[in-house]
């Protein structure tokens, strides 16, 4: 899994860069604000302790990313997401202490569409790409006679394959359907309950054009020369 991971961020930055050469970062190029909703799944068993039997898809990731279209058919992601794995609280005769873990994925990439997002479809459906550091906290907190907070950072890295389709609202707001899976390396301890974090998501996401597109602009201007005449 290790391997394969810093094999997908290794790709991640390749396709990264070749979609910023085949466009430029001009005023004719628009971005996205992006907020994501999504589920996920883990692929591995518990094997050490038997935690009990988890549903699938039961814990949420929240995100935020920027899109940046580098051509009418690529643009190039940075998102960075949060997904609580466990938060208990535990009593006991020397008082009140809560452990809390989270996961944190850090994930540059690149989006492929099939439409043109210049164009009149209202429907672009896409294939992704992303990797980068993942971020694994482990909260303690004991509530005795003094107050105790402790964080244990631990650092790996993953990467994410998927795709979605993105649905125009008008012309600045769009809303997502995506689903794809995540590679991660093992964390070096556990983080919450396990080492290792890959598994399958689906989501939902809303997303706010901004910046200008002088194709679109260009393209409603020709159309109202042809109204006059």
Same mark, same amino acid.
């Given at each position: 899994?290790? &391997?394969?991971?810093?094999?997908? =961020?290794?790709? /991640?930055? @390749?396709?990264?860069?070749?979609?910023?050469? !085949?466009?430029?970062?001009?005023?004719?190029?628009?971005?996205? $604000?992006?907020?994501?909703?999504?589920?996920?799944?883990?692929?591995?068993?518990? &094997?050490?302790?038997?935690?009990? &039997?988890?549903?699938?898809?039961? *814990?949420?990731?929240?995100?935020?990313?920027?899109?940046?279209?580098?051509? !009418?058919?690529?643009?190039?992601? %940075?998102? +960075? !997401?949060?997904?609580?794995? /466990?938060?208990?609280?535990?009593?006991?005769? %020397?008082?009140?202490?809560?452990?809390?873990?989270?996961?944190?994925?850090? %994930?540059?990439?690149?989006?492929?569409?099939?439409?043109?997002?210049?164009?009149?479809?209202?429907?672009?459906?896409?294939?992704? +790409?992303?990797?980068?550091?993942?971020?694994? #906290?482990? &909260?303690?907190?004991?509530?005795?006679? #003094?107050?105790? =907070?402790?964080?244990? #950072?631990?650092?790996?890295?993953?990467?994410?394959?998927?795709?979605?389709?993105?649905?125009? =609202?008008?012309?600045? /707001?769009? #809303?997502?359907?995506?689903?794809?899976?995540?590679?991660?390396?093992? @964390?070096?301890?556990? +983080?919450?309950?396990?080492?290792?974090?890959?598994? !399958?998501? +689906?989501?939902?996401? $809303?997303?706010?054009? @901004?910046?200008?597109? *002088?194709?679109?602009?260009?393209?409603?201007?020709?159309?109202?020369?042809?109204?006059?005449?």
């Amino acid at each position: 899994m290790k &391997n394969l991971s810093i094999t997908l =961020f290794v790709l /991640t930055l @390749f396709f990264s860069v070749e979609s910023a050469n !085949a466009g430029h970062f001009g005023s004719n190029r628009q971005s996205m $604000l992006e907020f994501s909703l999504s589920a996920r799944d883990y692929n591995s068993n518990l &094997n050490d302790v038997d935690f009990g &039997n988890r549903s699938s898809f039961d *814990n949420a990731k929240f995100s935020i990313g920027v899109n940046h279209w580098t051509t !009418a058919f690529s643009a190039m992601t %940075f998102s +960075i !997401a949060a997904m609580d794995v /466990t938060d208990n609280v535990y009593y006991n005769e %020397f008082g009140i202490y809560g452990t809390k873990s989270t996961i944190v994925p850090m %994930f540059f990439g690149s989006r492929f569409y099939m439409t043109d997002i210049n164009g009149v479809m209202p429907i672009n459906p896409y294939f992704a +790409i992303s990797g980068g550091p993942v971020l694994g #906290v482990n &909260n303690y907190k004991d509530y005795g006679d #003094v107050v105790y =907070f402790e964080d244990d #950072v631990y650092l790996t890295f993953g990467g994410y394959v998927g795709g979605g389709v993105d649905i125009m =609202f008008g012309q600045r /707001t769009t #809303v997502g359907l995506q689903a794809g899976y995540n590679f991660y390396a093992d @964390f070096s301890e556990y +983080i919450g309950e396990r080492k290792n974090y890959s598994g !399958a998501e +689906i989501g939902l996401s $809303l997303g706010f054009l @901004f910046g200008n597109n *002088n194709e679109q602009s260009s393209r409603r201007n020709s159309k109202k020369r042809v109204r006059k005449f």
